[in-house]
């Protein structure tokens, strides 16, 4: 047999558990501690009996009608927190499975207060169909007119029928034809497939399915209000499909107002108010909000981010850039530059314009965004970034430039060559290699020349030759041959280093005329130069 | 009484099993190797859960299978086969199957035997338990019918029930049109009690929408619409959190008419054209009102869908006219077969006569396939039987009684309120007789002949009902 007082320190327990449910995640050790302590304890109280039931009073709770809890306030009774949805009695059974438990605890633990939930806690257990939780739950809380019942049926049993008319019924039902009947057409398997067939097929959101029906509804609209009222659901409703990831529903949207306002089929004036929703669409609402879906870890496939892309206004490029900043998974960032590389096109210089942003990874992504887009009319751009007080930024400037391959970006590339990060100077290097021009060229063997050159590291000499070999004219030859024959006593390690460098750039060549002196070094007793010598000869063997 | 997680996850097996294995023994001889391997797997479904349970009951009632107390639920596919039971079931006057210990194939094979020629004897029950008086594992109780008195109070809540919806229905239309807040929690709660009392009692609720009242014709519309759909619903096997959302969205189906102004929708005489053209626009007055009464949300754009197509028909070739060859949601096509079907048999303001029952649904079979969605009808009409309940029928006992309860296993005999006697007189409130009910030869006691249109009579089910 259980006590009350069992029964009261059980539901002191439970109000700490709930408590901690409330603010610890499921994964949570707190979480679970508390949640298998209380189980525990309820399960030791239904050892002794097969249930406990307590019933509630506004802020009391009952135990075998003994008071086990009282609490009149109004924000922390758990009395009044069952009783004001109308709870009157719950029953725990013996044998109740911790999952079950579990989901009544997490329940309990939702602020109603705070959290938009639509139901109230009946509904909660409701919906879980709990099997060792029964309750008792006085609906008249819900009715609108108590004596509603006895008024209705009063008033229909009124407007009974009369005797005469019954028996008038009867007699006229003998001369009456017989009506053919219904033949039932029994339920086929075939008929079950398709029904289950129609219910998985049923989406789980069904935003994009009510945006087509908000166009048809504008198509319906009486006048301006009334169309400038479904163009305020349609924005409505575009930002609850985008909060729920629903893009189908915005890229028809966008293709419907495309083609209303191509075939011109609203008069003017209301397809300036459709133009608002449109711009709403680009607007910051909307691509934050979708931004917060792609961090949610949702992922969309390519097809449908490029289509996205095409469909969306280039007013939307500054919000995507400012997202840019914001979005904490590589993945999201990723996703948004995707679509930068597709809407970037529409107006580059807009999207140009985040490179001012103060923020080094936004500057940073953009000029990877106008990699993809390459076109040339953004050198302007790169070029002040190869500026950019971070490196990270200066580098991807760097092999943007690079890659676009424009000679007038030369100059500022070679300032690049002073820069005192060496891998910023390794990048220059190569972006200069790529680009092939006589001036690239000149500055490279410049730097060569300079007496400094010897003191860089192999890194970095490798990448310069490699760059240097890319011109395959005598003078490159004469450089590289002359480095590696070169001799000294001073700082033989540095030139040893060079040296590896210069044979490595002729292998790359594949400078025959070289062979021999690279044969020189391929049983060197420095690891560096040998090894490099050897690649060197094995190219040479290759051509 | 135990309760176990084997239970619950090998329920619709054994009912399942039991199905097949008792259908497969009405085409074969129980020597036939289809039978022998459907005992085989009866006996690997049943016999391990002997480890848990000290015995396995089968209980049949209501529309439902019980077994060791807990409720069986199945998916939609086993549909067939659970109702292919009750009937063979309630052929038997078979209530009860309780296997009290590890079952043996001859046994089983024995049972099925005495279960197959019980169905040819009169007295198919007696026959059935006398038989199997030699299997000790088997053991077999008669179908409990329903006192009179259990009736009544079963009526009593599910009278409550429905009351409290239209009720609720009314003041949540009331507070619409004064600019008030509504309270979908609250209404959650009212379509939750109208689930749970149709799961219970869904003969009895779906009789309750045979009521009619011509004054509060759009509260008892839009409730009986809801009930009916969710009885759609149950029937298709949705679950009990669909259910409620499919009420919900059935209950405000019709709620752009608050927008039709009163003096047309109250207009006594024939609509002009104008004013079709106002009542036509009531599915867009409905979705634009939900969407900006609630806002956004899964519940409000499903209801705000429903409210827009419930009369667009199954091809698109209702109203309002839409240029998109969009498919109906499927909720759509639940509450609008529900829809036609209560409107039809309703006297309405511009409609003042309604068509019987069985008339109605003989008109929407013409439609099947182009207004409403056929298949979906066909699981209404095997629903709301031949003969849906408010039906007036006359029958070959030369008494005239109204359809008060349908039976779902068998379409063409209800249970019938007589309400004339065979010598002519009127009943006040009359027996309740059930037309399944045999004489000692076996032939059905009473059978419907003929059906009349109760509202040629103004009969309405309501007097007898409430």
Not at chain 1, 303 to 327: C, K, R, T, Y
Not at chain 1, 468 to 478: I, N, Q, T
């Amino acid at each position: 047999m259980v006590f009350p007082d069992e029964i009261k320190n059980f539901l002191q327990s439970l109000i700490k558990a709930k408590k901690n449910l409330h603010l610890y995640p499921d994964n949570n050790p707190i979480y679970i501690k508390t949640l298998d302590d209380l189980y525990n304890r309820l399960a030791t109280l239904l050892d002794s009996q097969d249930d406990i039931t307590l019933t509630f009073k506004q802020f009391d709770i009952f135990y075998n009608s003994e008071l086990v809890y009282h609490n009149d306030d109004k924000q922390e009774s758990l009395a009044l927190f069952f009783f004001k949805d109308g709870v009157r009695e719950i029953s725990f059974k013996k044998g109740i499975p911790k999952e079950e438990f579990e989901d009544f605890m997490k329940i309990i633990s939702s602020d109603f207060e705070r959290e938009l939930v639509d139901d109230d806690v009946v509904t909660l257990m409701w919906e879980k169909d709990f099997r060792f939780i029964q309750y008792v739950v006085d609906d008249t809380i819900l009715l609108e007119d108590e004596g509603y019942e006895e008024m209705a049926t009063k008033q229909v049993i009124a407007s009974a029928s009369s005797e005469d008319q019954i028996l008038k019924a009867y007699e006229e039902a003998f001369g009456i034809q017989k009506a053919p009947t219904i033949n039932i057409v029994p339920l086929t398997n075939e008929d079950l497939r398709n029904i289950v067939e129609q219910i998985e097929n049923e989406p789980l959101d069904k935003s994009d399915k009510m945006l087509i029906l908000l166009f048809e509804m504008l198509y319906l609209a009486d006048g301006q209000a009334e169309f400038e009222e479904i163009t305020d659901l349609i924005k409505s409703a575009i930002k609850y499909a985008v909060e729920h990831g629903n893009l189908k529903a915005l890229i028809h949207t966008l293709k419907s107002i495309k083609e209303i306002t191509d075939k011109k089929l609203f008069p003017e004036k209301l397809l300036i108010i459709l133009k608002g929703v449109e711009y709403f669409c680009n607007s910051q609402i909307i691509i934050k909000s979708f931004g917060n879906v792609l961090d949610q870890g949702i992922e969309y496939d390519e097809d449908l981010i490029q289509e996205l892309s095409q469909v969306m206004d280039s007013s939307a490029i500054p919000h995507f850039v400012n997202i840019l900043g914001q979005l904490n998974n590589i993945s999201s960032r990723r996703t948004i530059i995707r679509i930068l590389s597709e809407l970037g096109k529409k107006d580059i210089k807009l999207l140009a314009r985040g490179m001012s942003d103060r923020r080094w990874y936004v500057v940073r992504n953009i000029i990877y965004v106008l990699r993809q887009i390459k076109d040339r009319t953004v050198m302007e751009f790169l070029t002040k970034a190869l500026y950019h007080p971070d490196k990270r930024v200066k580098k991807e400037a760097i092999r943007a430039v690079g890659e676009l391959g424009d000679s007038s970006a030369v100059q500022n590339l070679r300032d690049c060559l002073d820069d005192e990060d060496e891998s910023v100077r390794i990048n220059a290097v190569k972006a200069m290699g790529r680009i092939e021009s006589p001036l690239s060229r000149k500055y490279l063997l410049e730097y060569i020349n300079n007496s400094r050159f010897n003191e860089k590291s192999f890194t970095e000499k490798r990448e310069l030759l490699l760059a240097l070999s890319r011109y395959r004219d005598r003078e490159v030859v004469e450089t590289l041959t002359r480095m590696l024959k070169k001799r000294s006593l001073f700082k033989k390690t540095k030139l040893t280093e060079t040296k590896a460098a210069a044979a490595f750039a002729l292998g790359v060549m594949k400078e025959k005329s070289a062979y021999n002196l690279l044969k020189r070094f391929v049983n060197d007793k420095n690891t560096l130069l040998r090894e490099n010598a050897q690649m060197a000869i094995k190219r040479l063997g290759d051509v | 009484m135990s309760e176990s997680k084997g239970i619950e996850l090998k329920g619709k097996d054994i009912v399942n099993q039991l199905a097949v294995m008792i259908r497969t023994g009405h085409f074969h001889t129980l020597e036939n190797v289809a039978v022998e391997n459907a005992i085989k797997r009866f006996l690997e479904i049943v016999n391990p859960l002997f480890h848990e349970e000290d015995y396995i009951r089968i209980d049949l009632i209501g529309e439902f299978f019980y077994i060791n107390d807990t409720r069986i639920r199945y998916p939609i596919e086993l549909l067939l086969n659970f109702d292919f039971l009750i009937r063979e079931f309630r052929r038997r006057e078979l209530g009860t199957i309780s296997f009290v210990s590890p079952l043996k194939k001859e046994e089983v094979k024995e049972f099925l035997r005495c279960f197959l020629k019980a169905a040819f004897s009169n007295t198919p029950f007696e026959t059935l338990e006398a038989s199997l008086e030699r299997i000790d594992s088997i053991q077999v109780e008669k179908l409990k019918q329903i006192k009179e008195d259990e009736t009544i109070d079963k009526r009593k809540l599910v009278k409550k029930t429905y009351f409290n919806a239209v009720s609720f229905t009314r003041g949540v239309i009331n507070k619409i049109r004064s600019g008030e807040k509504v309270s979908i929690k609250k209404a959650k709660r009212v379509i939750e009690s109208v689930v749970d009392t149709l799961l219970a009692e869904e003969s009895l609720l779906i009789g309750m929408t045979a009521i009619k009242d011509y004054d509060e014709y759009t509260y008892h519309h839009s409730v009986n619409v809801s009930i009916l759909s969710i009885a759609i619903g149950q029937k298709i096997g949705l679950h009990r959190r669909a259910l409620t959302e499919l009420g919900l969205v059935a209950l405000f189906h019709d709620i752009g008419k608050m927008e039709i102004p009163v003096e047309v929708l109250n207009k006594p005489t024939a609509f002009t054209e104008q004013e079709w053209k106002l009542v036509r626009r009531h599915p867009f007055w409905g979705a634009r009102t939900i969407l900006k009464l609630r806002g956004f949300d899964k519940t409000s754009i499903q209801s705000a869908i429903v409210a827009f197509e419930h009369h667009l028909h199954y091809d698109l070739s209702g109203y309002p006219k839409i240029r998109s060859r969009i498919p109906l949601d499927f909720y759509t096509k639940i509450v609008s077969i529900a829809d036609q079907y209560d409107a039809m048999t309703s006297s309405r303001v511009y409609s003042r006569v309604p068509l019987p029952p069985d008339r109605a649904l003989s008109v929407m079979m013409d439609r099947a396939g182009s207004q409403i969605d056929p298949i979906l009808f066909k699981f209404f009409i095997n629903m709301v039987g031949v003969y849906p309940v408010g039906s007036l029928v006359l029958l070959d006992s030369k008494e005239m009684g109204l359809v008060y309860e349908c039976n779902p296993l068998l379409a063409d005999r209800p249970r019938v309120m007589i309400i004339v006697d065979e010598r002519g007189q009127r009943l006040k409130k009359g027996n309740v007789v059930d037309l399944t009910e045999r004489d000692t030869e076996g032939k059905y006691l009473r059978s419907i002949v003929k059906t009349l249109d109760p509202n040629k009579y103004k009969i309405n089910l309501a007097e007898y009902l409430l």
